[in-house]
């Protein structure tokens, strides 16, 4: 018997987006017994609530969540509440409002979450969100998004995987009670408080420290483009990642990364992937310092000195300084020697 699922998708003036997402979705949903969806309608100005109501009017596997939640990160945790309280799933899976889904997403969901639903020490399943057509009129883009992949893989092998892929993933339900729920970082701004990416790393993390391991499937959405910066540059360097996603203004054209550029922003690409991938991870204490992260004993030793030097209180309590200040000086000090070694 397949487990129980239920999707939740996060909203926020998406009326150019939903019907689309949930059109191809439904018929998917509706062809199975055990799948379900809880869309949360988030303080829309544009009219996306109408449509939802609309849908959940023909649609009995579709329920409504409405609020006002001001992340992704509340709208998702709300809407996994709801989930839970609705369906009782065994799973929570998550993807967002604008990307289109393949004809196979479900099964190959399916398929994924049946691989691992026997393995309890899973609580979270990372998809594949598909970006490759963006960079197809953007070739020097595409260099350098290739140097941030190969760094991320590297770092996942040897240190496992902590990043949620917040557009596509699941939660084994078990395992978000015990970790949950998604926590958004925000930092000051010029007009008030801005949120940032990263609800999905975080949760991934407690998961780590709960014990869970994090794995992954083939089920596939494509990426719309709708968050690539008009400055590709800044989209595939990393200058904007710990500020809000950006989108484009209607009409507006994204340029590549120049020519004199790439090799420059190849290296940078590699050495944020490090960053974030296998340095946080080693800093927040979801891998212990040994000989299987790849890294020679005089780098393992002074890795350990700096953390032992550095006294911190527990991720929970100082995430947000952690993110914006220690991650910071941690990875000034090591990335050139994560690097060699690796």
């Known amino acids: 018997m397949n487990p129980s699922v239920t999707v939740v998708v996060p909203c926020h003036n998406e009326v150019g987006f939903i019907e689309p997402l949930l059109g191809s979705m439904l018929p ?15 303080s829309s100005t544009d009219g996306t609530g109408e449509v939802l109501r609309r849908l959940v009017a023909d649609h009995d596997r579709l329920s409504i969540v409405s609020g006002r939640y001001g992340s992704p990160g509340g709208a998702r945790s709300a809407g996994c509440a709801a989930a ?10 998550t993807t967002d409002a604008d990307v289109e889904l393949p004809g196979d997403w479900l099964d190959t969901w399916r398929a994924g979450i ?6 309890e020490a899973v609580g979270a399943i990372n998809g594949v969100e598909d970006q490759g057509h963006l960079y197809a009129r953007f070739p020097n883009a595409s260099v350098v998004s290739a140097a941030f992949a190969r760094g991320v893989e590297r770092s996942e092998r040897l240190v496992g995987i902590t990043n949620l892929n917040g557009v596509n ?19 000051p701004g010029p007009d008030g ?13 407690r998961l780590r420290l709960a014990g869970y391991r994090i794995d992954h499937t083939s089920a596939t959405v494509i990426d719309r483009g709708r968050r ?10 990393g200058e904007a990642y710990e500020g809000a996603f950006l989108r484009l203004a209607p009409g507006a054209e994204p340029v590549d990364v120049p020519d004199e550029a790439v090799e420059a922003l190849a290296s940078s690409a590699l050495r944020r992937s490090l960053r974030h991938f296998y340095l946080k991870p080693l800093l927040a204490g979801v891998v212990t310092l040994d000989e299987r992260t790849g890294l020679v004993s005089e780098t393992l ?22 993110i914006f200040g220690r991650l910071e000086r941690f990875a000034d ?3 050139d020697r994560v690097l060699r070694d690796l």
């Open 28 to 42: 998917q949903i509706e062809a199975t017994e055990e799948w379900r969806i809880v869309a949360v309608e988030d």
């Open 84 to 93: 839970m309280d609705l369906h009782n799933p065994a799973w929570l899976v």
């Open 114 to 119: 049946g691989r691992f639903q026997d393995d």
């Open 169 to 187: 993933h699941a939660v084994r339900a078990a395992a978000y009670r015990t970790a949950g729920p998604y926590l958004q970082p925000v930092a």
């Open 193 to 205: 408080p801005v949120n940032l990416a990263g609800e999905d790393w975080d949760l991934g993390v």
């Open 228 to 237: 690539l910066l008009a400055d590709v540059h800044a989209y595939v360097s």
């Open 301 to 322: 030793a002074d890795m350990g000195d700096w953390i032992r030097r550095w006294p911190h209180p527990s991720f929970m309590e100082a995430r947000n300084g952690f």
């Open 333 to 335: 000090e090591f990335t």
